[in-house]
């Protein structure tokens, strides 16, 4: 039997590989592939679903796209500048084994929405724009879905807004343009608005510069709220702040649009009486970058990151400095608990045509290195990824990375940074071919298997290579849904190695204990890697109820 998964598993890859494009040269910091010239839409929006395939959509409002909908499917907008009937998609599913795309129907604005995933595996997705500001749709993972769409399901309107999956299963909704609120889906009898003081405190008139707030469920089951320069600790369920930070040291902004980028990084030891949790927020414009654009200034973006032990008694920000600045970069968690930060501009601000002079390199973050030889540069893409840009992590440790259209319309030609409709991959270093040998691969248990909490997980791996024990490490990684250069509901956990033995030939097991409860893993379906020398296996998806 784990013969014939280990042969199904090398099948999958092959078939895999196989159905991509050629790619650039291997290189030890990366490599990139262009996956579509054009998927039709612009990707702003992005979510990996547990069939392997990544949901995507634009807005419904700056014209036809190039990808046609199904004869008769029409969205109909009497309120739009650009096209009142548009019988264009403005949603795709893309399919990553296959690198093939199809159109998904959209009834209403989504433009600047939010969004992330049931426990179930559906994808919930909130407000927008114009006729979409009240929406909550719906899309569930199957070969032929598409969206469904509720027209009032939610309590304010919502552009700009922050998701986060809680560990009763819901999803709260935070904030947006002139709402310093917060509400929750699905709705159930609780009141359907919170007032939260906080936002409007961050507010800057004219600006705002604290939208699309970075918002991460805390091991004690608050909410670590990021807003502007500053955060507090929600007790969301009696709608109390619990704990006020300090404000990051020199006062510069990091929401949008002076767009920087954040990530709670790996939680680990996760057995432990006191588990800590760390949030590192990178990038971002300096105060007044904005107005500054707008009138063709454009300011030098920041090249700092705040980091800061959230569950510390008395939290401090420790400034690091990054190798490139970046304003509207993407922050993804890899496997081996690393953080790539990717897309962006070194200059200028968020919004229409306010960016200047594209970061193409990404860099890497290595956050249990010395502070001074944390961040790495990594090898650049030819495509510049400016505003309304997207990056995703995949089952196959690739990142996935799409979007930029920093314009009201698509314009192709006669801008700086024409609208982009391309899909690229990036490859990390780790999945360069001289370390086949160290790769594990995962032949038991099965993908798709169900894990509860606090239980006792055995995992077998094949790894041909030599192999050090304890170098063998397993980690979870929730799929995030990511625009605007924050990635709503992104975790990963290091389960760890609490026994590894050699069980035959190149086959390893390894024992870990599950997570202990919803606040540090809400329900849901997660990416499971197991890493060995910082090279990670491909993944499976467990679910975890």
């Given amino acids: 039997m784990a013969e014939m998964s280990t042969l199904c598993t090398f099948l999958f890859s092959l078939l895999l590989f196989a159905s991509q494009p050629l790619i650039l040269p291997t290189a030890a910091d990366g490599r990139w592939q262009l996956l579509q010239k054009s998927i039709g839409i612009s990707s702003m929006h992005m979510q990996l679903l547990k069939n392997d395939r990544v949901v995507m959509y634009d807005r419904t409002d700056f014209g036809p796209s190039t990808l046609p909908l199904a004869s008769g499917k029409c969205h109909n907008d009497p309120t739009t500048t650009a096209v009142q009937v548009d019988c264009t998609a403005h949603s795709v599913e893309y399919d990553v084994l296959s690198n093939k795309f199809r159109a998904l129907t959209v009834q209403s604005n989504v433009w600047c929405s939010s969004g992330g995933v049931m426990p179930d595996g559906k994808l919930v997705q909130t407000g927008g724009f114009s006729d979409g500001e009240l929406r909550v749709r719906v899309f569930s993972p199957c070969e032929s879905c598409d969206w469904h769409e509720t027209p009032n399901g939610l309590a304010a309107k919502r552009w700009y807004a922050t998701n986060h999956v809680l560990p009763d299963g819901r999803q709260i909704v935070v904030g947006g343009r002139e709402q310093f609120n917060y509400e929750f889906v699905p709705k159930n009898i609780a009141a359907d608005m919170f007032k939260l003081h906080f936002l409007s405190e961050t507010n800057e008139r004219g600006v705002e510069n604290n939208l699309y707030p970075f918002v991460f469920l805390n091991v004690d089951g608050n909410l670590f709220i990021f807003a502007n320069n500053r955060a507090i600790l929600l007790d969301y369920v009696n709608n109390k702040v619990v704990k006020t930070y300090p404000k990051i040291p020199g006062g510069e ?67 690091e400095t990054m190798p490139l600045a970046r304003v509207m970069g993407d922050m993804v968690l890899l496997p081996n608990g690393k953080v790539l930060v990717i897309n962006g501009a070194r200059s200028g601000s968020a919004g229409w045509d306010l960016g200047r002079d594209p970061v193409l390199n990404p860099v890497l973050y290595m956050p249990d290195n010395e502070i001074e030889s944390r961040f790495k540069i990594l090898n650049p893409t030819n495509i510049p990824r400016m505003y309304h840009s997207t990056a995703v992590l995949l089952r196959d440790g690739r990142v996935l990375v799409g979007g930029s259209n920093p314009h009201a319309y698509y314009n192709f030609t006669g801008v700086l940074y024409p609208t982009e409709l391309s899909l690229e991959a990036f490859y990390p270093g780790y999945l360069d071919a001289k370390f086949n040998n160290l790769r594990p691969t995962i032949v038991a248990p099965k993908s798709m298997s169900g894990i509860r909490y606090s239980k006792k997980l055995k995992i077998q791996v094949v790894i041909t290579g030599e192999v050090t024990l304890n170098l063998l490490s397993v980690t979870m990684v929730s799929p995030a849904f990511n625009t605007h250069s924050f990635s709503m509901n992104q975790r990963l956990l290091v389960l760890g190695n609490d026994k590894v033995m050699a069980s035959g030939k190149s086959t390893y097991k390894i024992e870990v204990m599950t997570p202990g409860s919803g606040n540090l893993a809400p329900a849901g379906f997660y990416l499971l890697f197991v890493v060995h020398q910082d090279i990670p296996s491909q993944g499976i998806w467990v679910h975890l109820k």
């Fill in 253 to 319: 902004p990091r929401s949008y649009p002076s767009t920087g980028s954040a990530v709670l990084l790996p939680l680990k030891n996760l057995i432990a009486a006191t588990i800590q949790a760390e949030v590192l927020v990178c990038g971002g414009a300096p105060k007044g970058s904005f107005v500054q654009a707008l009138q063709g200034k454009f300011v030098k973006a920041l090249d700092t990151c705040a980091r800061i032990s959230i569950t510390d008694p008395k939290p401090k920000w420790v400034l």
